[in-house]
């Protein structure tokens, strides 16, 4: 009996052995066999997580380090370049989007029987001319951009680049004209009470913690498309 036992005792762990070995050679004549393809496969694993940091991740990191979520920079917002055809020229270098043409023209022409003349002192601006004024009156003026960014936007940056944006000036009072000054003339008076019948809205009031107070910059919100154009600003304010 305890020989039996003994032979039983060491039977057991031998066939596992046995058995374990088996199964390891197997195995590992497998994993020899799949080597290469293994390699391969972690090879392509690994090159495409590198490719994702140093191309993916890091870029994203860069970007946000310049722009926060809302995508503003220096608190302006980014706004397209308007495509040609949907210009129209107003006057003499005025340019405007096509569809708040009438309706500025009709709030000048009311704003005259009124008694009250207002100047458009500028429209659309290119992406370009953005670029020239934001950089050349940065340099002139020795500001940092930051700083230059509370009085002008950054080139691609400017609600006028989408043609519906209009500086206005009093016709009797030109020395106000881009001027805080503005808001004392009959003519800003008289677009606090009106502008919004034609569809017009002051962009940087009083409460912009980014942007000085510009009351003589307005935007037209009359069409679908420049609602769309102006929507994450109006989201936000
Ligand atoms: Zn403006």
Known sequence: MEQNKDLNQFDIPFARRTHLNNS????NK??????????????????????NIEIGSLDNLNFQD??????????????????KEKLVLIEPNIEVHIDMRNSLLNMREEAKKDGIFLVFLSGFRSINLQNDIF?????????????????SAPPGY?????????????AAHRE????????????????????????????FNKN?????????????????????????SNREL
Request: charged content about 25%; cysteine-free; glycine content about 4%.
């Open 158 to 170: 400017s609600e006028h680049s989408t043609g519906f944006a209009i500086d206005i000036g009093d």
């Open 135 to 151: 950089y050349s009156l940065k340099s002139s003026r020795n500001q940092e951009a930051a700083e230059r960014a509370r009085v």
């Open 30 to 51: 497998k994993l020899l066999i799949l080597s290469p393809f293994l390699f391969l496969l972690f090879s392509i694993f690994a090159l495409r997580l590198i490719r």
């Open 176 to 203: 106000t004209d881009f001027q805080t000054e503005f808001e004392n003339t009959d003519a800003f008076r008289w677009l606090i009470k009106n502008a919004a019948k034609f569809h017009f809205k002051l962009s």
């Open 208 to 232: 912009n913690k980014f942007i000085d107070y510009e009351p003589w910059h307005w935007r037209y919100e009359g069409s679908i498309e420049a609602l769309k154009v102006f929507e994450t």
């Open 24 to 27: 390891n050679s197997i195995f």
């Open 66 to 83: 310049q722009i926060n979520h809302d995508h503003r920079i220096l608190g302006h917002l980014p706004y397209a370049e308007i495509p």
